[in-house]
C-alpha cells in the first residue's frame, strides 16, 4: 500500500526559509515521478514542482521559480522541496504525490505551510 | 497556462439522481484530463485519467466523456459517500492546472 508521509511544516516569517520532506513506501519510488501540489486557504489546488525518475527531469511553476527547488534521494525513498525568500502567498498546505502519466496517483496527507511575521 | 474552468460551482442532487458535472479547457488538452474527488480533511482521490478511464477500484456509477476542451463527469446514481468536491486537471501540458472545483452538496 502507498504511503506519502510529509513533514517539515511550520510557521515562518516573510523572507525565510524551510524544507520539506516526504517520506514514500509501499511501492518502487525510483520509477516514480514525483509532484508537490499546494492548495492555499479557500483556493484551488496548484502544482508546484516535478521531478523525474532520476532527477534529470524537474520543472517549477513560475509562481516558485528561482525560489523553491524540487528534489529526490532514491536510496532514502525521500522526496524534498527546499523553500527559500518565501511570501505570504506561499501558505498553503503542500502535498507530495505520485504522478504516472501526468495524472496523480497517490497523494500525501500534507503539510502546512504558514508564512506570516 | 492552460486555465480550466469547472461548472456549475455547487450542484445540489438528491441521492440516487444522476449528476453532470462540466470542465472546459481554454485550449485542446486532447484527452489528457483527469478527475479527483475530495472530501472533507482527506487528500484528493483520484477518480479518471484519460478522459473516460476509471482508476482501480472507483465504482462504475463515475464515468468521464470529452475531448479537446469539453469534458463531462458523470455519477450515474448518487450514493451519501458521493457528496464531495470534484477536480479536473489537466496534464496536456506544463504547468498541470487543475480547475477551481465543483461541489457536490445534498439537495
Known amino acids: 500500500q502507498v504511503q506519502l508521509v510529509e513533514s517539515g511544516g511550520g510557521l515562518v516569517k516573510p523572507g525565510g526559509s524551510l524544507r520539506l520532506s516526504c517520506g514514500a513506501s509501499g511501492f518502487t519510488f525510483s520509477d516514480y515521478y514525483m509532484s508537490w501540489i499546494r492548495q492555499a486557504p479557500g483556493k484551488g489546488l496548484e502544482w508546484v514542482s516535478y521531478?523525474?525518475?532520476?532527477?534529470?527531469?524537474?520543472f517549477h511553476a513560475d509562481s516558485v521559480k528561482g525560489r523553491f527547488t524540487i528534489s529526490r534521494d532514491n536510496a532514502k525513498n525521500s522526496l524534498y522541496l527546499q523553500m527559500d525568500s518565501l511570501r505570504a502567498e506561499d501558505t498553503a498546505v503542500y502535498y507530495c504525490a505520485t504522478e504516472r502519466g501526468g495524472w496523480i496517483d497517490d497523494w500525501g496527507q500534507g503539510t502546512l505551510v504558514t508564512v506570516s511575521s | 497556462e492552460i486555465v480550466m474552468t469547472q461548472s456549475p460551482a455547487t450542484l445540489s442532487v438528491s441521492p440516487g439522481e444522476r449528476a453532470a458535472l462540466s470542465c472546459r479547457a481554454s485550449q485542446s488538452v486532447s484527452i489528457n484530463l483527469a478527475w479527483y474527488q475530495r472530501k472533507p480533511g482527506q487528500a484528493p482521490r483520484l477518480l479518471i485519467y484519460?478522459?473516460?478511464t476509471r482508476a482501480t477500484g472507483v465504482p462504475a456509477r463515475f464515468s468521464g466523456s470529452g475531448s479537446g476542451t469539453e469534458f463531462t463527469l458523470t455519477i450515474s446514481s448518487l450514493q451519501s459517500e458521493d457528496f464531495a468536491v470534484y477536480y479536473c486537471q489537466q496534464y496536456d501540458n506544463w504547468p498541470r492546472t487543475f480547475g477551481q472545483g465543483t461541489k457536490v452538496e445534498i439537495k
Open positions: 521531478i523525474g525518475p532520476s532527477g534529470g527531469t524537474i
Open positions: 484519460g478522459a473516460s
